[in-house]
């Protein structure tokens, strides 16, 4: 029986690291696209590691073409690969707000582009969210708008894929510890207020969020589209 085939971006670090490692015990090509060439040699070698910019057009073209070249074709896609930064409006630069949303939400939509382009009937795409792209905050505008519209790109793309029997996702979270919310991480204060917005007191870990992701993609995603499935310890209910 042939093997399928999973793509993960951001696939090199945190919760895509956590989603790869789930998928190659369960026999998958396990392909990571990530830009930190640094991380490489902390992922496990039966994973297929492919270098590249999500928000190059010709990269992302060339990166997925490479894969099928290999494997035929693609079964599921994660769009986890994200970017955040941390400034108030007033001083946010332009062109920092353009390259955030550029990375999370053109990233995606290129991806995509080119991972459907390779699908068949029963293929599954999930993207990678936070509640924050309904629930609004300060200081992260560029990220949690960039999330916002990944949101209604993915319920827009879910009434076009379901004709060719394609579904397409989304998961939010909570608070998570990964690398990009290092600045409240290392700070029993900050984290004590991240706690106190959190209903059920849960701050995830990656591999928790891991898990969820394949459970959606396993149990539930061959049965809705564009769909989010939000679990966040009741995070967006304060």
Known sequence: MKKKTIVITGGANGI????????????????????SNDSYNNLNKEIDYYYGDISNEFQMRNVFKAI????????????????????SFEKMNIS??????????NGMFIC??????????????LNILSVHHFKPRVNKYHYDVSKAGINMLTKELALEFASKNITINSLSFGAVKTNMNKEWLDNNEEIDKVISKVPLKIIFEANEIALFAKNILDLFASYTTGSDFIIDGGRSLV
């Open 16 to 35: 895509g690291k956590s989603i790869s490692l789930l998928y190659l015990n369960d026999g998958y090509n396990v392909c990571v696209i990530d830009n």
């Open 68 to 87: 099928v070249d290999t494997y035929g074709s693609i079964d599921i896609l994660v769009n986890n690969a994200g970017k955040q930064e941390i400034s």
């Open 96 to 105: 920092s707000f353009k390259r955030i949303v550029n990375n999370n939400l």
């Open 112 to 125: 995509t582009k080119y991972a459907y382009k390779y699908m068949r009937s029963g293929s599954k795409i």
